[in-house]
């Protein structure tokens, strides 16, 4: 399988994607300006995931993890169906350390 970073390093690109995207966007361009940011290859994009009937790439799928992270924390919301949007905390992030994140995501259960 192609190397594909692990869902904490999209973190920060999607959080810069939709500050540079003016708050928000949709999940498609999301996926689009993440991989652009991150210089992913074709074949990384090509990469597929199944479960059950449904087909999606291991970078939308990794994408979507980083996303119900930084959602969990208060740095993004889902605005409206397949849209993302900044609140506050995500406007005045900064630079993050996503593995920082990730744990205290996981001690909030």
């Known amino acids: 399988m192609e190397q594909i970073p692990p869902f904490y390093d999209f973190m920060g690109p999607v959080l810069r994607v939709l500050g540079q ?7 498609r361009d999301i996926v689009v300006l993440v991989a652009r940011a991150m ?27 980083a996303k119900s992270y930084l959602k969990k924390l208060g740095y993004i919301v889902n605005s409206a169906r397949a849209e993302w949007s900044l609140t506050e905390r995500g406007r005045a992030a900064g630079t ?9 995501a996981r001690s909030r259960r």
Do not use: C, F, H, M
């Not at 993050?96 to 205290?104: A, G, S």
């Open 21 to 27: 995207s003016g708050g928000a966007a949709s999940n």
């Open 39 to 65: 210089n992913l290859s074709p074949e990384q994009l090509a990469v597929e995931r199944r479960k059950g009937g449904s087909t999606t790439t291991e970078v939308e799928y990794r994408i979507g993890w």
């Open 96 to 104: 993050i350390d996503p593995r920082k994140l990730v744990k205290k």
